[in-house]
């Protein structure tokens, strides 16, 4: 059974975060995988919401809205992976296993 993203659980993905004028502010599409725990309010929370119930290998168009970033952009994701956390990923909100360990290197280069 494939496992969906929700509270608790290990997300790995990749995304593109864009500006209104188009400028790229975040390329992560072909560089390394983002990993964070869902749920644990890391990661920016108009972000965060979306993507639950998503599975591996979804693809999502979010766009979000903060002043902080200039406005609204739009983020494309894919996510790369879902697994449980451990009890000392939940307990601390961290990410224990680095993607860095991952059979296809540091760079990702699989």
Not at 39 to 63: F, M, N
Not at 81 to 106: D, F, H, M, W, Y
Request: glycine share 10%.
């Amino acid at each position: 059974m494939m496992l969906k993203i929700e509270n608790n659980r290990v997300v790995t993905l990749r995304y593109k975060m864009t500006a209104d004028s188009g400028k790229v502010l975040i390329d992560q599409l072909n560089g390394p995988p983002v990993e964070y725990i869902h749920g644990t309010g890391v990661i920016h929370p108009e972000l965060e919401k979306p993507l639950l119930g998503l599975t591996e290998g979804s693809c999502r168009k979010i766009l979000i809205h903060d002043e902080k970033l200039g406005g609204t952009c739009t983020i494309n994701v894919i996510i790369q992976g879902i697994r449980e956390a451990s009890s000392l990923e939940v307990s601390t909100g961290i990410v224990q296993e680095s993607i860095k360990n991952a059979p296809c290197g540091p760079d990702c280069a699989c």
